[in-house]
């Protein structure tokens, strides 16, 4: 949980179902959708902020308050935006985070007293889901009301 005197400007949400290379631990990475990752930069990023393939800092909030340290990027111009470092398997640990039956909730914010970017990530579990869902069905969950 996010110490709420702490949030200054913040995105919207993002909803993401986790997939197999979400939580492989080789991979030490999630992908997050393009489209809804740019939303939350323009609402929070100033003017002269951008992510790129070179990344930026961020700090991620779990559930617990817990904060990690990593990097926000884009693989090339003409891929998704992932976050990355070895601390996203320790935060897949850590929330003992599935594939597929877990879905996650993801916002951006700047710190209120450092400026920094950081992201908030909750998640809720569904024991009964079992395989990635339909696009159909993705379209429908995860569609953004704006």
Same mark, same amino acid.
């Given at each position: 949980?996010?110490?709420?005197?702490?949030?200054?400007?913040?995105?919207?949400?993002?909803?993401?179902?986790?997939?197999?290379?979400?939580?492989?631990?080789?991979?030490?990475?999630?992908?997050?959708?393009?489209?809804?990752?740019?939303?939350m930069m323009l609402s929070v990023f100033e003017k002269t902020e951008s992510v790129g393939t070179d990344?930026?800092?961020?700090?991620?909030?779990?559930?617990?308050?817990?904060?990690?340290?990593?990097?926000?990027?884009?693989?090339?111009?003409?891929? !998704?935006?992932?976050?990355?470092?070895?601390?996203?398997?320790?935060?897949?640990?850590?929330?003992?985070?599935?594939?597929?039956?877990?879905?996650?909730? !993801?916002?951006?914010?700047?710190?209120?007293?450092?400026?920094?970017?950081?992201?908030?990530?909750?998640?809720?579990?569904?024991?009964?889901?079992?395989?990635?869902?339909?696009?159909?069905?993705?379209?429908?969950?995860?569609?953004?009301?704006?």
């Amino acid at each position: 949980m996010v110490d709420p005197d702490l949030v200054g400007v913040c995105s919207e949400l993002m909803r993401k179902q986790l997939v197999v290379s979400d939580v492989k631990g080789s991979l030490c990475r999630l992908m997050l959708g393009t489209t809804e990752v740019k939303k939350m930069m323009l609402s929070v990023f100033e003017k002269t902020e951008s992510v790129g393939t070179d990344g930026l800092q961020v700090s991620v909030y779990g559930t617990n308050g817990k904060v990690y340290e990593m990097m926000l990027k884009m693989w090339n111009k003409n891929t !998704v935006p992932v976050l990355m470092n070895a601390l996203w398997n320790k935060f897949v640990a850590d929330y003992g985070l599935m594939k597929y039956s877990d879905f996650l909730t !993801v916002w951006m914010f700047r710190h209120r007293e450092s400026g920094k970017i950081c992201l908030a990530i909750d998640y809720t579990r569904f024991d009964s889901i079992t395989k990635k869902l339909s696009p159909r069905i993705s379209k429908l969950v995860f569609k953004n009301p704006n």
